[in-house]
């Protein structure tokens, strides 16, 4: 047998069937993604909605959620490809590194402010950032 992939369990011929529950994460993960959601926080969302990670444990974390997001396997059975495709750009956009040429972005993404990496100092190129003192 191959290995398990999260949402799919094998019947009793065999066959790859749907999980219930897993599926409902991974629509979850997929719809939190494109609605600006980090990685961290869906992992919160998921914990805290009781699904269980594909460790088996209630406890997620950022490269499971990552791993499914990037999995062509949820195509159509579970994702819409519309969706799958969209994730695909959200994921190439948020990442730090830029894919030509495997450098490191001098910005990266931060969801929860829809003005970051808008600013650029004109002198070194770096974003502005807000600071906030505690």
Known sequence: MSRRI????????????????ETQ???LIVAEYLNGLSLGRICDKLE?????????????????VN????KSHYI?????????????????SRSNVIEETGKRKTTRY????????L?????????YRRIVNP
């Open 76 to 92: 159509s059975s579970i994702v819409p490809f519309k969706d799958f495709v969209a994730v695909q750009f959200e994921r190439q």
């Open 67 to 70: 791993n499914i997001l990037k």
């Open 25 to 27: 994460a991974v629509r």
């Open 119 to 127: 600013f650029v100092c004109s002198e070194c190129g770096a974003s």
């Open 6 to 21: 999260y949402g799919f369990v094998f019947d009793e011929n065999g066959n790859w069937v749907s999980h219930e529950q």
């Open 110 to 117: 931060h969801s929860l402010n829809e003005l970051s990496g």
């Open 48 to 64: 805290q909605c009781g699904y269980i990670s594909p460790a088996r444990t209630s406890k997620w974390n950022r490269s499971s």
